[in-house]
């Protein structure tokens, strides 16, 4: 019998690794350079730089929120936890920033398998909704974030289709 947490380890491992109903953070990221990663369409929105920085904030943000260890991550407003562009010449700046994310998702992966139904089923402060759900919407919110980095790689033309077979 699946428990809540495992149905939640195996929708993280989907979004992460597993290209089936969209692609994952793996083959949306496989191969994008700093270049790619900085750009912009003319300046507007953010770039796919900018939106991992924006992943890595939410999750370690999760993680803190649900644990209480360390300090509260902090940011002015939903704009600040962007970050900054990112530097098309900086390849190994980007290669840390994607590590950052892999780093958030496992430590996200790690407090879900930590999990009971119990655990799941309570607030994960006082006053607040429950675990569980917290859990499912930052997954629900990093695939959301998943769709804009492949519609932007669409529109650099540097994406290469995968194959759904």
Not at 22 to 30: Q, R
Not at 102 to 117: C, F, R, T, V, W
């Amino acid at each position: 019998m699946a428990t809540a947490a495992n149905l939640l380890l195996e929708q993280l491992d989907v979004h992460w690794h597993s290209t089936e109903w969209f692609v994952s953070f793996d083959a949306a990221l496989t191969g994008l350079t700093a270049m790619e990663a900085s750009w912009t369409t003319d300046g507007a929105g953010y770039t796919i730089w900018q939106i991992v920085n924006h992943l890595v904030f939410c999750n370690a943000d999760i993680v803190q929120k649900v644990t209480g260890k360390g300090e509260p991550l902090q940011a002015a407003d939903n704009d600040a936890s962007f970050g900054d562009p990112g530097d098309p010449s900086d390849d190994e700046g980007w290669s840390i920033t994607v590590r950052k994310l892999h780093g958030a998702l496992h430590d996200l992966q790690e407090l879900i398998a930590s999990m009971n139904d119990e655990k799941l089923d309570a607030p994960y402060r006082e006053n607040k909704s429950i675990t569980g759900r917290l859990l499912g919407n930052i997954m629900m919110h990093d695939t959301y974030h998943l769709g804009q980095i492949v519609l932007m790689r669409k529109l650099q033309r540097s994406w290469t289709p995968v194959d759904w077979g």
